[in-house]
């Protein structure tokens, strides 16, 4: 069983539902498909940003902080150990907001949690890649969501983007991260620091998507759920 099938139904399939006739491409109309194609590139971009840029600045933050390999090793290991510690968390996510609000708490999130790698302290460090991981941890799961509820009639070649991009987003960050800190920043936290950028471009784009997606749903949801007409107390 897949992560988005743990899910259940969203909450925009529920109106899709109750609703027959509800045009499922409705919500990409609403959000406009500019905006939606670059919200799921940037989502995909960034999830992997954290973990690449951090392997690759390994021996300078081991040198920075006198760390030992074990306590090197939680800054690989402990995003990974978020991704299956957090990621039921998404169930619980999805029953109080939709699916675009959100994605953009998680990047937001990841963020806050890329931001704060710069203070120069081990447990800012620490704190902060644990924080990004649990973010990108629930993203996994309503990344595919996002694209089934945006792009139904193009849920294949979309989810293989996003997919493809996840996958390359390490292999970026862990590319770009050794040039970046040679050639403009000469500081390894300033570094990890500016790794945030990307993920605030996220953020921006994540938030007008949902944004928009919740007038959509909010005007959906008024149509098929009117409420009760006031009724004047007949006196007996």
Do not use: K
């Amino acid at each position: 069983m897949t992560d988005t099938q743990q899910l259940g139904p969203t909450q925009e399939r529920d109106v899709a539902a109750h609703e027959g006739d509800l045009d499922l491409h409705a919500p990409l109309r609403a959000v406009g498909p500019v905006a939606a194609v670059v919200a799921v590139v940037l989502l995909g971009l960034n999830m992997r940003l954290v973990f690449g840029s951090a392997s690759s600045l390994l021996t300078e933050i081991r040198y920075g902080y006198h760390l030992g390999s074990g306590s090197a090793a939680l800054l690989t290991t402990g995003p990974v150990v978020c991704l299956g510690l957090f990621r039921p968390l998404a169930a619980q996510v999805i029953r109080r907001w939709t699916v675009p609000v959100a994605l953009t708490g998680c990047l937001v999130l990841v963020v806050a949690g890329t931001a704060l790698r710069g203070v120069p302290a081990w447990s800012a460090l620490l704190a902060g890649t644990l924080l990004a991981g649990i973010g990108i941890a629930v993203a996994n799961v309503l990344g595919p969501v996002l694209v089934r509820l945006l792009f139904p009639h193009r849920i294949g070649v979309m989810t293989g983007l996003l997919t493809a991009l996840v996958s390359a987003s390490a292999g970026i960050a862990s590319g770009v991260t050794i040039p970046l800190n040679t050639a403009v920043f000469h500081n390894w936290r300033m570094t990890l620091l500016a790794w945030a950028m990307p993920a605030a471009l996220a953020v921006a784009a994540l938030a007008v998507a949902a944004a928009r997606h919740h007038r959509f749903h909010r005007t959906v949801t008024a149509a098929t759920h009117p409420p009760p007409r006031w009724q004047p107390a007949v006196l007996r």
